[in-house]
């Protein structure tokens, strides 16, 4: 039988489409893994993240979201050309409001257009969204206000009425092309990720990010409430997972566990971090042997983390250069939702800074002497890191 060796091109230019393969310069790079080490991660996405990622559970966890919803338009712009066609997008920011008139004036996040909107009208059109890069480890920077309507013909009619109300003349016409090109991208739940109902609001739900560092936070329902008095429920991007839990302990564990996993990935330099973690960082943690187990050295992580939590957004936003103080979600921001979006930050840089507090250092002795290095690493590296070629 003939023996099947596994290899990549590396290309040494650029190939378009119409390119031939003997006008490319290249190189093959052959592997140190075998064939069936080499398509094992191909079988392990079809026969586990693939087709059973429904069946996935924790224990503790009351039901895990493999991602969030879908908001389109949420912001202006984009790293693809796809998305840097000029729309209002449904965030946005109330710079100034008319207590006398009870007129709100508001301005889409990314686009310099000014409207006045009764305000007793818009309260009631309005949800908090959580897109990713507002994910740090135990900390979320902000929630964005965004305009909602749960059907997509009602929402469409409501952007025309905010937007095109009192325009006249070229400005119509104008604002008139932005508003078609938006409803072409038009997409939004019928119903909010996080609903302003009992049940909803009095759980803790565990977030993080699905794409390369999968850094965790939680928001609790001390949160949930508070935004459920400003506005109607809580959209979270479709690039997030989201655990929820009736316990704090539990949820403060988990969230806990996965930066801890997102820091043993990085500092060992295990590799490049998978582009598409979605729910591959629970089966590392699975794997590892971390579930919730209701041991004592877990809930010393617990506890720990709830300190932790405490303090590390304010660590979060200072390195952001934002206030320390600042809210995590305000209905007349003043332009503030406009500033925090310009700003970001790549999440390795955060991560140096809250690993070295002394908070931290705690937890992670706490899992050193209770999880097993080699079973950590060899599910990091099957489950959320690339494989490296020889």
Request: with cysteine; aromatic share 8%; glycine share 6%.
């Given at each position: 039988?003939?023996?099947?060796?596994?290899?990549?091109?590396?290309?040494?230019?650029?190939?378009?489409?119409?390119?031939?393969?003997?006008?490319?310069?290249?190189?093959?790079?052959?592997?140190?893994?075998?064939?069936?080490?080499?398509?094992?991660?191909?079988?392990?996405?079809?026969?586990?993240?693939?087709?059973?990622?429904?069946?996935?559970?924790?224990?503790?966890?009351?039901?895990?979201?493999?991602?969030?919803?879908?908001?389109?338009?949420?912001?202006t712009g984009g790293p693809t050309a796809s998305v840097r066609e000029p729309v209002i997008p449904l965030a946005f920011s109330i710079v100034h409001y008319d207590e006398i008139a009870d007129k709100l004036t508001i301005t889409p996040i990314g686009l310099d257009l000014k409207t006045k909107v009764v305000g007793g009208m818009l309260v009631h059109h309005i949800a908090f969204?959580?897109?990713?890069?507002?994910?740090?480890?135990?900390?979320?920077?902000?929630?964005?206000?965004?305009?909602?309507?749960?059907?997509?013909?009602?929402?469409?009619?409501?952007?025309?009425?905010?937007?095109?109300?009192?325009?006249?003349?070229?400005?119509?016409?104008?604002?008139?092309?932005?508003?078609?090109?938006?409803?072409?991208?038009?997409?939004?739940?019928?119903?909010?990720?996080?609903?302003?109902?009992?049940?909803?609001?009095?759980?803790?739900?565990?977030?993080?990010?699905?794409?390369?560092?999968?850094?965790?936070?939680?928001?609790?329902?001390?949160?949930?409430?508070?935004?459920?008095?400003?506005?109607?429920?809580?959209?979270?991007?479709?690039?997030?997972?989201?655990?929820?839990?009736?316990?704090?302990?539990?949820?403060?564990?988990?969230?806990?566990?996965?930066?801890?996993?997102?820091?043993?990935?990085?500092?060992?330099?295990?590799?490049?971090?998978?582009?598409?973690?979605?729910?591959?960082?629970?089966?590392?943690?699975?794997?590892?042997?971390?579930?919730?187990?209701?041991?004592?050295?877990?809930?010393?992580?617990?506890?720990?983390?709830?300190?932790?939590?405490?303090?590390?957004?304010?660590?979060?936003?200072?390195?952001?250069?934002?206030?320390?103080?600042?809210?995590?979600?305000?209905?007349?921001?003043?332009?503030?939702?406009?500033?925090?979006?310009?700003?970001?930050?790549?999440?390795?840089?955060?991560?140096?800074?809250?690993?070295?507090?002394?908070?931290?250092?705690?937890?992670?002795?706490?899992?050193?002497?209770?999880?097993?290095?080699?079973?950590?690493?060899?599910?990091?590296?099957?489950?959320?890191?690339?494989?490296?070629?020889?």
């Amino acid at each position: 039988m003939s023996e099947v060796k596994c290899g990549s091109l590396k290309l040494a230019g650029d190939a378009g489409k119409d390119s031939h393969l003997n006008d490319i310069r290249y190189e093959v790079l052959m592997s140190q893994h075998s064939f069936a080490e080499t398509v094992k991660p191909v079988e392990d996405y079809f026969r586990g993240a693939g087709l059973e990622k429904r069946r996935l559970s924790l224990r503790s966890i009351d039901v895990i979201h493999s991602e969030g919803d879908i908001v389109s338009p949420a912001f202006t712009g984009g790293p693809t050309a796809s998305v840097r066609e000029p729309v209002i997008p449904l965030a946005f920011s109330i710079v100034h409001y008319d207590e006398i008139a009870d007129k709100l004036t508001i301005t889409p996040i990314g686009l310099d257009l000014k409207t006045k909107v009764v305000g007793g009208m818009l309260v009631h059109h309005i949800a908090f969204y959580l897109p990713l890069p507002s994910i740090y480890p135990f900390a979320i920077t902000r929630f964005y206000k965004i305009l909602y309507a749960g059907d997509a013909t009602k929402l469409a009619n409501l952007l025309r009425t905010v937007y095109l109300t009192g325009r006249d003349g070229g400005e119509y016409k104008a604002v008139e092309r932005l508003l078609t090109t938006t409803l072409k991208k038009l997409k939004i739940p019928q119903n909010p990720t996080i609903q302003c109902i009992g049940g909803q609001q009095r759980k803790y739900y565990i977030v993080y990010r699905c794409q390369r560092s999968f850094s965790s936070a939680i928001i609790e329902p001390g949160v949930v409430d508070y935004l459920c008095r400003m506005g109607n429920g809580i959209i979270i991007d479709h690039h997030v997972v989201i655990l929820e839990a009736s316990r704090e302990e539990p949820a403060l564990y988990y969230s806990t566990a996965l930066n801890y996993l997102l820091y043993k990935a990085v500092n060992l330099n295990l590799g490049a971090l998978i582009r598409n973690q979605f729910t591959r960082p629970l089966r590392a943690l699975i794997e590892a042997g971390l579930e919730w187990r209701e041991e004592e050295w877990q809930y010393e992580v617990a506890k720990l983390s709830k300190v932790l939590t405490n303090i590390s957004r304010s660590h979060v936003l200072r390195q952001l250069g934002l206030p320390g103080d600042l809210a995590i979600a305000e209905l007349v921001d003043r332009g503030m939702d406009i500033k925090v979006k310009q700003v970001s930050e790549r999440v390795e840089s955060i991560l140096k800074t809250l690993f070295k507090l002394s908070e931290w250092r705690r937890i992670v002795k706490t899992f050193e002497e209770n999880v097993a290095e080699r079973r950590l690493v060899e599910s990091l590296t099957r489950w959320v890191v690339e494989r490296r070629q020889a």
